[in-house]
């Protein structure tokens, strides 16, 4: 494997990582730090560069992990931490970023990787990204086939997002940038019963039927998800909660959800 040497007066791998990064280059992702790098091998994703930093590249793992790449990557460049860093999203380098394709996120791609009966989740204006990234992760845990990302939802594939997924972004089926509405009307369609959450729900999420075809939608952090979106779906479900407190962080409260949905999925299959 022949490795390049990048300064800092070629630094045109750099300039591009950085458009990656800051989310300038519509069909690639920045991916960063050498757990998710590993994540992003093995679920197949073709990688288009890797950069690491000198230092890393004098450990076993890294070491293996590069020369692994070696073999689907056509462009492998070392730097300094110093240049490494000037294109970090973290405030500590992590040693090694690559930029890689993204995944199919349109509807066609969506439908055809669901089965008859699938457990999905919509994001509807979930607005951090480190939000999205934790809810994709549980959701791969508890069995979720598929998510839905709506348009004025934080991007899956932003560095944040990733970091809070874990590859479970690179393996999930996801859907982007469609409407409220057109959700909705792609759920019922096929028959997909549509749940929504929020503290003023009508039931209990354990007394909720989630044994067919179910989409768990969640809404904004701030505001959750408005009477005319929720009177919208089929059913509202509420998190009963003890003490003063009004709400749940809208991950905490997806996975409460979703491990229940597991539960009764798994008890009737």
Request: aromatic share 4%; hydrophobic share 45%; with cysteine.
């Amino acid at each position: 494997m022949r490795l390049n040497l990048i300064t800092s007066r070629d630094n045109s791998l750099l300039r591009h990582a950085r458009a990656v990064r800051d989310g300038k280059v519509d069909d690639s992702m920045f991916v960063e730090g050498l757990r998710l790098c590993e994540e992003a091998l093995g679920s197949g994703l073709k990688i288009e560069a890797v950069i690491h930093s000198e230092e890393i590249a004098r450990k076993e793992r890294a070491e293996h992990l590069i020369r692994q790449l070696g073999k689907v990557c056509p462009k492998v460049a070392s730097a300094s931490e110093k240049l490494l860093g000037s294109i970090s999203h973290t405030n500590t380098p992590q040693g090694m970023v690559l930029l890689a394709a993204r995944p199919a996120s349109d509807e066609v791609s969506f439908e055809e990787q669901q089965p008859a009966s699938p457990l999905l989740v919509v994001l509807h204006g979930i607005n951090n990204p480190v939000n999205v990234g934790a809810i994709l992760r549980t959701a791969e845990a508890a069995g979720v086939t598929g998510v839905i990302a709506t348009a004025n939802t934080s991007d899956p594939f932003s560095p944040k997002a990733l970091r809070g997924a874990m590859g479970s972004a690179f393996r999930l089926p996801i859907w982007m940038r469609s409407g409220f509405e057109e959700v909705l009307a792609w759920c019922a369609q096929r028959k997909v019963r549509t749940v929504c959450a929020g503290v003023e729900g009508s039931r209990d999420y354990r007394a909720v039927n989630w044994r067919g075809a179910r989409a768990l939608i969640v809404g904004p952090e701030s505001t959750g998800l408005s009477p005319a979106e929720i009177a919208a779906t089929d059913e509202a479900a509420r998190i009963p909660m003890q003490g003063s407190v009004e709400s749940l962080n809208v991950a905490v409260a997806a996975g409460i959800i979703l491990y229940e949905a597991n539960r009764q999925r798994a008890n009737s299959a």
